[in-house]
């Protein structure tokens, strides 16, 4: 059957100039370049009329699959790369601030507050870590009273919000407030690296696709302070398993840090006496209105 491209076209153009009296100049452009492109995607595939019902039984599963501590649509957008995308071309305006990289989908629970020092992960076991750093400017100043917000999984690959039988909530979780001198430091234990949720739709996407569905161990961050861009990033265990292959993309060398072991006795920030694992990951922030070139 000859495809009717001038009626195909026609259809497009349609849709975009509905958007032609759009209030929000940015809101149109937002929609008139979707719109465009999917349209010009669902053309190029040729895509059926029974594929067009699964795509859309996919993401009606995939928003019923989202609640108060579990998101699909990010963990969708983490594993087709969009996720990465859009934090790499918001990365490009703050090219001296720390990398950033992907939320992922369980920082959907409030962090408890914790004193600087204290350990966030209380109820788990295995190899405890300290982990400490100092906030700054992108001029090298500490940025006084930050707030450092930490989420990871325990030593099995699990988040709190996965096993609430087993982990009250809040574990693995910390929000801390940095010293005048925008130092922070938390004891936990050593993370594992993890395969993400593939009960639902995404998980149906990877094994469709012969993807793993493996992230390596990490701690993730959201640093905030007044007059700073918000930052979202990890900092990734070397040496762990999927560094090269991560399900969602998200590693990026800057954000890799040792954990070295410490023998019993090795001053640190937490006032740990025995045996311990050390990462230090320093955080530099973007000044909202600066000017760094």
């Not at 969009?82 to 992922?104: C, R």
């Not at 094994?207 to 961050?221: C, G, L, M, V």
């Amino acid at each position: 059957m000859t495809r009717d491209t001038q009626r195909l076209d026609a259809l497009a153009q349609e849709v975009h100039a509905s958007f032609e009296d759009t209030p929000n100049a940015r809101l149109q452009e937002i929609l008139r370049g979707l719109t465009r492109h999917l349209h010009d995607f669902v053309a190029e595939v040729d895509l059926s009329f029974e594929e067009w019902e699964a795509a859309i039984d996919f993401l009606t599963r995939t928003g019923q699959k989202c609640d108060d501590v579990r998101q699909e649509f990010i963990l969708l957008s983490d594993v087709l790369g969009v996720s990465m995308l859009v934090e790499t071309l918001n990365d490009i305006e703050t090219p001296d601030a720390t990398d950033s990289t992907v939320l992922g989908p369980f920082h959907m629970v409030d962090s408890p507050v914790r004193e600087l020092g204290e350990n966030i992960s209380p109820v788990s076991d295995g190899q405890l870590c300290v982990v400490h750093g100092t906030v700054r400017d992108e001029q090298g100043q500490p940025v006084a009273h930050a707030v450092v917000d930490v989420w990871q999984a325990d030593t099995h690959g699990f988040y709190d919000v996965q096993q609430p039988d087993k982990q009250p909530q809040g574990n693995g979780r910390g929000l801390l407030t940095a010293d005048e001198d925008g130092k922070f430091y938390f004891t936990s234990v050593v993370p594992a690296y993890y395969p993400i949720p593939t009960d639902g739709p995404v998980g149906e996407l990877l094994h469709a696709t012969n993807r793993h569905p493996y992230r390596p161990a990490h701690i993730h961050f959201i640093v905030a302070a007044p007059g700073f861009r918000e930052l979202t990033t990890h900092i990734f265990i070397g040496g762990s398993d999927y560094l090269d292959s991560d399900a969602v993309f998200a590693v990026k060398d800057s954000l890799v840090r040792e954990f070295v072991a410490r023998e019993g006795g090795t001053a640190n920030p937490c006032g740990v006496t025995g045996a311990f694992v050390e990462a230090q990951i320093d955080i530099t922030l973007h000044k909202e209105g600066g000017d760094n070139h």
